[in-house]
């Protein structure tokens, strides 16, 4: 693993929100998929973790955010947590992830990752958290990979014409959408793998002459 991504571990990551600003609105849901290797070279999901949290103090809600999730910010069903805490439960197993893939750091796999990866570490910020485990702006965004792939950039769409069954009544619960991404992202990779794209061929640059 750590020889294929340069040191980095993929994790994908997919949150739920109140809105679209990772500044101002509410972070609700956030989901973590932890990637591994088999030795044949085949990148497989391994475990899902997920997390219900709190509105920070302030935060926005849309109610059309609210509407398109489905979401009820304060059902007691939730058993939500705040930031701080929620955020720790994702990181700790992607930090021991890191590690036993004996790789530097974690790199974040989103569908349109900008997006989960700005919530993400704005909720980081006000939770004071000092240990990310991610790379601070670095991502790789399986919306842009599926249009390379398979002509399309709509999540459900994608799957689909990759062969990965895909749920609207699921979609748009964080851990759904995670592990959805994940088989995306494992199925792209893999196939590149399978028609020769990786590992690459060795280029002569005419320096042994």
């Not at 240990?131 to 991502?139: G, Q």
């Amino acid at each position: 693993m750590s020889t294929r991504f340069r040191g980095y571990l993929p994790v994908v990551v997919d949150v739920e929100t109140g809105g679209f600003n990772a500044r101002t609105d509410a972070l609700l849901e956030v989901a973590a998929v932890l990637l591994t290797m088999d030795d044949d070279g085949t990148l497989r999901r391994e475990a899902t973790y997920v997390q219900h949290i709190d509105p920070f103090e302030g935060a926005n809600l849309e109610q059309s955010a609210l509407d398109f999730t489905g979401i009820d910010p304060w059902s007691p069903d939730r058993e939500a947590v705040p930031e701080r805490e929620g955020l720790s439960e994702i990181f700790n197993p992607i930090r021991k992830s890191v590690k036993a893939h004996d790789c530097k750091r974690a790199i974040l796999v989103g569908h349109n990752a900008t997006f989960d990866h700005n919530f993400l570490f704005a909720a980081s910020m006000r939770a004071d958290i000092k240990r990310n485990p991610f790379h601070p702006f670095s991502t790789f965004d399986t919306a842009t990979l599926a249009g390379l792939a398979y002509g399309h950039t709509v999540l459900a769409q994608a799957c689909k014409l990759a062969g990965i069954p895909f749920s609207n009544k699921e979609a748009h619960s964080a851990a759904y959408d995670a592990e959805k991404t994940a088989d995306l992202f494992c199925g792209i990779v893999n196939r590149w793998r399978d028609l020769g794209g990786y590992p690459p061929p060795l280029v002569d640059d005419g320096s042994d002459q």
